[in-house]
């Protein structure tokens, strides 16, 4: 008889969507026709930079001739595409060989996927509030979760010293969905706390391209002394360059890294050309044209206007007086609920009384409570728009600030 992963039973419901998904189809009911600002996802809206769509649309070209037809791509990914990675790294003072960068379709894939190398009874760390994805991979494993508190007294950045110490830490800087970053000496702190015990860091740089000021917070786990020795880092092109439906993003695992005696470098390179058949050539292409300097360039300026929708959306909420993360170094603004509310009374006050979606903090963990996430991957209009709705409703007789 065939037997199902028990680890299944064991994961929450997705409630946090299905619940915004019932509300908002419920209020769609309500009132037909009226229009809705969603500023919940995490999608972006501009479109591909210039450069990238016709690198890609090359890459298209090439694989209708017979002299440049490619057929499946090295599991690694093509050799001009990591070495257009390890050149943006260096823009950073990193330096990363291209054997040690993996080519994927995105960072939530690897990040969930990384689980592979790891035996089931390692013990894994995540920070509450926390990106869903790092806990569900690792229950469906069956692992061991331990949480490490993100809040309002230690800023939303959680910091070591759990005791027992864990086995896998992941750590998402800056984070989804605080906004808050790591500086140099607190991600140092987690650096020596791996090293001391042997764990392995799974770091989560998918926003590292949103960080301001490099002298303070580091693009890369690897710009930290020691982390070559205990750290994987995933990079992801979905919110560096809108790569969020062409997916592609990358993973790196520096040579000296072991684990109970293995190269994790060796095991990944494995477990890719066992499960994983690499992405296309046209993609690779594409991204490969995000890392050049007229690429850097065009992707900036889509990232300036999302850092702009950040500025409203964090100068509306330091205008009415609310407490927030994030806004700066993050596309995300978190923010304390108005008055003591809970984070779905607050879900349902924007939604009926502005038309406006986001996310309630609670759906990604306990110190989420009482929270709400904004999101300024939206246009500058809705978003200029929901903010403008945000400021009458609080500023008006309509909701009272206790």
Not at 294 to 320: D, F, H, M, W
Request: glycine letters at 10%.
């Amino acid at each position: 008889m065939t037997k199902i992963n028990k680890n299944f039973s064991n994961l929450g419901e997705n409630y946090l969507f299905a619940e915004i998904a019932r509300r908002v189809n419920e209020f769609k009911v309500k009132n037909p026709g009226r229009e809705l600002i969603r500023l919940g996802i995490g999608d972006v809206t501009l479109p591909l930079a210039p450069v990238v769509v016709e690198a890609m649309k090359k890459g298209c070209d090439e694989l209708g001739v017979k002299e440049t037809f490619k057929g499946y791509p090295d599991y690694e990914g093509y050799l001009f595409l990591r070495e257009a990675v390890a050149g943006y790294y260096k823009r950073f003072g990193v330096k990363i060989g291209t054997e040690e960068i993996f080519i994927s379709d995105g960072a939530k894939s690897d990040a969930g996927n990384i689980v592979d190398l790891f035996a089931p009874d390692n013990r894994v760390l995540v920070t509450d509030p926390v990106y869903p994805v790092y806990v569900d991979t690792n229950i469906l494993s069956g692992r061991e979760i331990v949480y490490a508190d993100s809040n309002e007294d230690n800023g939303f950045a959680a910091m070591p010293g759990q005791t027992p110490p864990p086995d896998l830490i992941y750590l998402c800087s800056p984070n989804n969905p605080t906004g808050t970053a790591y500086t140099f000496g607190q991600l140092k702190a987690w650096v020596d706390y791996a090293l001391e015990n042997k764990a392995v860091i799974l770091y989560d740089a998918a926003y590292e391209a949103f960080i301001e000021d490099e002298g303070k917070y580091p693009r890369s786990i690897f710009a930290v002394d020691g982390a070559r020795r205990c750290a994987i880092e995933f990079a992801s092109l979905s919110k560096t360059a809108g790569f969020t439906g062409t997916r592609c993003g990358y993973t790196v695992i520096p040579l000296e890294l072991e684990a109970d005696g293995m190269r994790l470098r060796d095991l990944w390179y494995r477990r890719q050309s066992t499960k994983f058949n690499g992405v296309s050539y046209p993609v690779q292409c594409a991204a490969a044209a995000v890392f050049s300097d007229e690429g850097l360039s065009q992707i900036r300026e889509n990232i300036a206007y999302y850092k702009e929708n950040a500025a409203i959306i964090s100068g509306t909420v330091k205008r009415l007086g609310w407490e927030y993360t994030g806004g700066v170094n993050s596309p995300y603004i978190w923010f304390k609920c108005p008055g003591n509310t809970g984070s779905w009374e607050f879900f349902d006050t924007l939604l009926n009384s502005a038309g406006v979606v986001g996310t309630p903090g609670e759906g990604f963990g306990k110190n989420g409570k009482g929270w709400f996430r904004f999101t300024a991957f939206g246009s500058r209009e809705a978003t200029a728009s929901a903010m403008n709705l945000l400021d009458n409703l609080y500023r008006s007789d309509t909701v009272r600030q206790k």
